[in-house]
């Protein structure tokens, strides 16, 4: 922490060698977030990622290390997939209720995949993942990607949105459902 | 089978499956369980939803988006510079 501190301090400095060893300390992880966000759209992950770096290295004097650079740097890339998607005139709906298109009656449900592990030899996971996180809001992207695939907590999930902890947790259990659904699709046998 | 136990169940799955949910709903709903067998496989297939979703993983940055942005930075650092220098 204190040679990320240092860092920080040479980036305020514009010092272009010090940001971008903190470039690689978050690249992937900010990626991630961008690819899943811009599911299915390549090239828009790519923009989000460079914006929020050069964003970052414009803004570094003003961060006052209130949360931790990581947090920081989320919080820009998700205002970021934010402004992009607000731009684009409709979401995908998803209904209000906590139930899936399946209803949970209960009926009966197959047991839709093999185990992750076993499919994630194949190549047509990252695709299904794409097309299923394509189908809903981009709330939920966020909130799925920072929790499920960061595996951030409720509390640091909901400061980077800027969301309560419970609409966090809503946007997480209904987020699961519908993929499960689209799961249950894509990997039936 | 309870349905309205089954629908309250799935209305909070997330924070069972999460370990969020105070004890005594928990022994609730593992008493359920126990009973009901469609429950239990939709647990499991929720389960399945967040180890596929951790199974498509982190991503890499791919090389070229890299190159891209040090150059960037390298001119952002630049015309700070120059901003320094004429002030």
Partial sequence: MAEEAALIEKSRAGDAEAFGRLVRRYEDRIFTLARNVCAGLPAEAEDVYQETFVTAFKKIRGFRGDSGLGTWLHRIAANLCWMRHRK???????PMLDEPESGHGPREFRDWSPEPEEIAR???LSAAVERALAGLPVDYRLVLTLRDVEGLSNEETAKILGMSVAAVKSRLHRGRMHLRD???ASFKP | MNKLLCRNMVRR??????GELDASICDRFDEHLADCA??????ETLRKTVRTLKAAGPASVP??????LQAELRRCAARVERGRRRS
């Fill in chain 1, 88 to 94: 684009k005139k409709s979401e995908p709906f998803v």
């Fill in chain 1, 122 to 124: 194949k190549k047509e």
């Fill in chain 1, 182 to 184: 689209r799961f249950e």
């Fill in chain 2, 13 to 18: 799955l997330s924070e069972y499956i999460d």
């Fill in chain 2, 38 to 43: 469609p429950c239990v496989r939709f647990i």
């Fill in chain 2, 63 to 68: 090389a070229a988006a890299r190159k891209k």
